[in-house]
């Protein structure tokens, strides 16, 4: 391995572990505490669970790969099984972070719709989520091949990228006909200052979904181009562990996002963070 290669593999080990312990983090209230028992919390922790068997999944590969590539490369059927998890489990998180965005399509569409506000339509999607990893992987268990990189693009890169923007663009056009619609009922001098609450509000929205969209492109997309170019190589290169980093740093980005974003749990957090630091 050239100088480079080790310098990323121990960054993205490092970085991996840290992902790891941050959704840990997120996802014991959502677990443990009852309070937090609710539908959106249930798609935030199945987010930091499907994170922390991506992240486990690779820096075990890593490790292993590292000390034992000669077996990896003689035993044909071990590295079908590695190709199949290695797509199985980076598809978890992408499609984890898909159905949040299906869900806030379906309260903001269906606001009336009782059903998109139960917990059991959140198993429901977290269900279809984890099947659609399992299967729609299975064409990585066959050799490796121009086409099979084409589809991972397209099903981990691609499909997801599409029903982002549609799903989030008319999210936005909702949010803000709503907003329209509320000025319209209203002229009066009070109302005023909450047109322009709701316009900020809007922008902070539009910004929001911006980024979260460049965070996950250039996070993931990079990976599996990089894959398509150099369908050939069986050996780990230095700019597909940068482009790993990007990924697992992606990841790491959603994870605080969802911190930020839950303010009664980022405060429960805290504090019981301050409460052990305190004691010790």
């Known amino acids: 391995m050239l100088f480079e290669t080790y310098v990323l593999l121990i960054l993205n080990l490092v970085l991996l572990l840290f992902t790891i312990i941050l959704a840990f983090i997120y996802m014991m209230p959502v677990l443990f505490i009852r309070q937090y028992h609710n539908a959106a919390n249930v798609l935030t922790g199945n987010v930091c669970l499907s994170t922390i068997v991506c992240c486990s999944y690779w820096l075990i590969y890593h490790i292993l790969n590292a000390f034992y590539f000669s077996i990896f490369q003689k035993l044909q059927y071990i590295r079908f099984l590695f190709e199949y998890l290695s797509t199985m489990v980076n598809c978890l998180v992408v499609y984890s972070l898909i159905i949040i965005t299906i869900d806030r399509y379906c ?8 059903i998109f506000k139960q917990v059991k339509w959140s198993y429901i999607l977290a269900s279809v989520q ?3 990893a399992i299967i729609f992987s299975s064409p990585s268990l066959i050799k490796r091949s121009l086409w099979l990189d084409i589809y991972r693009l397209c099903f981990i890169v691609g499909i997801p990228s599409i029903l982002k923007i549609v799903l989030n663009l008319v999210i936005f056009y909702s949010v803000h006909k709503s907003t329209r619609r509320i000025h319209a009922a209203s002229e009066s001098i009070i109302n005023s200052m909450t047109r322009q609450n709701h316009h900020g509000r809007d922008m902070r929205l539009l910004k929001h979904i911006i980024f979260v ?11 599996y181009l990089d894959l398509l170019i150099d369908f050939t190589s069986a050996e780990t290169s230095w700019h597909l562990l940068f482009f790993e980093f990007l990924m697992i740093l992606s990841l790491l980005i959603s994870i605080i996002d969802l911190f930020l974003y839950n303010h009664e749990l980022r405060q429960h957090v805290s504090r019981s963070l301050m409460k052990i630091f305190r004691s010790n």
Do not use: D, Q, S
């Not at 309260?107 to 009782?114: E, F, Q």
């Not at 965070?215 to 993931?220: N, R, V």
């Open 107 to 114: 309260i903001v569409i269906y606001p009336h719709k009782r």
């Open 130 to 132: 984890w099947l659609i």
């Open 213 to 223: 969209f460049i965070i996950f492109i250039g996070g993931w997309a990079p990976y």
